[in-house]
């Protein structure tokens, strides 16, 4: 069965620093994908980015990139320039049978001004 | 585009009633997910539809709640009786198809509080 970790349940940045956020997951798919998930006060999941496992660069969307480490299995989320806008929930993910989220406990982020 | 839609936002009931919240994906989205997200923690899916066939309702508390999806488009998940420890967000999310990489988008949620 496909299981997430995410170790830090809160991280606190500075406005206009850099921040990642550790993820690290367990599955014996030979084939799966990574996601990371924005989960503001308001209650809505926004996706941010996503990696695939036989992909060969770090995906990267904007100011939000992913350190892939296959061996390791982890992937961290790299959030640059950090706003008061990203303090949230974030939630790592990966697929399941039939294409489902196995989320993890998720960190939440707090960007202090 | 329009979202995904959801209702009741929120929904206060005590033990031992029913209570059925309402979906409405995306437009030409195939596949519908109803998540139940506990406080802390992350969101657990509780029952995937292709169309309108249940693909995964294996950690659907099947006792007391059911899922349908009439038609292929809308469903509603529904709780009879409710316990206490059913307090949670529900979430729905769509996705266009089942197979490949293809973003799950979710709705605002419905938050039930369950006294």
């Known amino acids: 069965a496909q299981k997430i970790t995410q170790t830090q349940p809160g991280m606190f940045v500075q406005e206009k620093e850099a921040v990642t956020l550790d993820c690290t997951y367990d599955?014996?798919?030979?084939?799966?994908?990574l996601f990371w998930y924005k989960q503001p006060s308001s209650g809505e999941m926004i996706f941010l980015i996503y990696q695939g496992s036989y992909d060969q660069q770090n995906a990267t969307e904007g100011r939000y990139s992913l350190n892939f480490q296959k061996a390791r299995k982890s992937a961290n989320l790299v959030i640059s320039a950090s706003q008061l806008g990203d303090s949230a929930m974030y939630f790592c993910?990966?697929?399941?049978?039939?294409?489902?989220?196995?989320f993890g406990a998720g960190t939440r982020l707090a960007v202090h001004p | 585009e329009a979202g995904v839609a959801q209702s009741p936002r929120y929904k206060i009931i005590e033990k031992r009633q029913s209570v059925a919240f309402w979906c409405n994906p995306i437009s030409g989205h195939a596949t519908l997910y109803w998540y139940q997200q506990i406080l802390g923690q992350g969101p657990k899916l509780l029952i995937q539809?292709?169309?309108?066939?249940?693909?995964?309702d294996s950690q659907l508390p099947k006792d007391r709640f059911s899922a349908e999806r009439l038609k292929g488009v809308d469903s509603t998940l529904k709780i009879q009786p409710a316990k206490l420890e059913d307090s949670a967000v529900y979430l729905c999310?769509?996705?266009?198809?089942?197979?490949?990489?293809?973003?799950?988008?979710f709705g605002p949620g419905t938050r039930l509080t369950v006294t």
């Open positions: 539809f292709q169309n309108n066939g249940v693909v995964d």
């Open positions: 999310a769509s996705r266009e198809r089942a197979e490949g990489f293809y973003e799950q988008y």
């Open positions: 599955t014996s798919d030979p084939s799966y994908g």
């Open positions: 993910a990966t697929d399941g049978g039939y294409n489902k989220l196995i």
